[in-house]
């Protein structure tokens, strides 16, 4: 059972460049989250979604866009990569009626 | 807004010591609390969980007990082993609310 996947593990960016962090759950999971986590910080959800067709801004959403086409996927974007977006960028999902989270492996992000 | 704060790190210990981390939270309602554990290089896992007053969470010899009346969550473990060495994250859910509000982490470091 794979869980939660993310692709890809690391990427280096130039400022101005665009790219899309995949996430991917097997679980067929309705909610589906992704986290950017700065170091010596906590998470701060980016966006949600809590079913196919339907996504939600979080607390840190600017710069970025989600789409969620199929329950499994869930891809964020970022269109135009700003040095202020170097993080570790984890991607999560949650069955209804259930408390846990379940992560993903993270993708590092730097961007110069 | 809600909020949850944990104490600093890193708290470094030798093996079979005793371990407290602190957490303390701030909500408007009735949430549900969380400890989550990020082993080097992996995503987050739910560690334990209490969803109302007095419940005590336990798993891998860790607990946590929910008080409500010193809003806080703290995690405790009799004997650490290397193998515990992590950073441990305090969380909180809100009744009916699909997020989770994480605490800055706290780095553990066990040494035999």
């Known amino acids: 059972n794979a869980g939660v996947t993310q692709t890809p593990k690391f990427r280096i960016l130039k400022i101005g460049q665009s790219m899309t962090l995949q996430c991917t759950q097997d679980m067929n999971h309705n909610y589906m989250y992704w986290y950017r986590q700065d170091p010596g910080m906590g998470l701060k959800l980016i966006y949600y979604s809590v079913g196919a067709g339907i996504t939600d801004k979080g607390e840190v959403p600017n710069g970025y866009n989600v789409s969620r086409s199929t329950t499994e996927d869930f891809p964020l974007r970022l269109e135009l990569a700003a040095p202020s977006q170097t993080s570790v960028y984890f991607c999560a999902s949650r069955g209804t009626g259930e408390y846990e989270q379940y992560f993903g492996p993270g993708t590092r992000l730097t961007v110069t | 807004g809600d909020s949850v704060t944990q104490m600093e790190g890193p708290v470094t210990l030798s093996e079979e010591a005793f371990l407290t981390i602190n957490c303390t939270y701030t909500?408007?309602?009735?949430?549900?609390l969380f400890w989550y554990v990020q082993y080097p290089g992996e995503g987050l896992q739910l560690l334990l969980k209490?969803?109302?007053?007095?419940d005590k969470g336990s798993n891998k010899g860790f607990e946590a007990t929910y008080r409500k009346e010193t809003t806080s969550f703290h995690l405790e473990k009799g004997s650490v082993q290397v193998s515990d060495s992590a950073v441990y994250f305090c969380a909180l859910s809100e009744s009916g609310n699909n997020k989770l509000i994480f605490g800055a982490g706290t780095r553990l470091a066990v040494h035999p």
């Open positions: 909500a408007t309602g009735y949430p549900s």
């Open positions: 209490a969803t109302k007053a007095d």
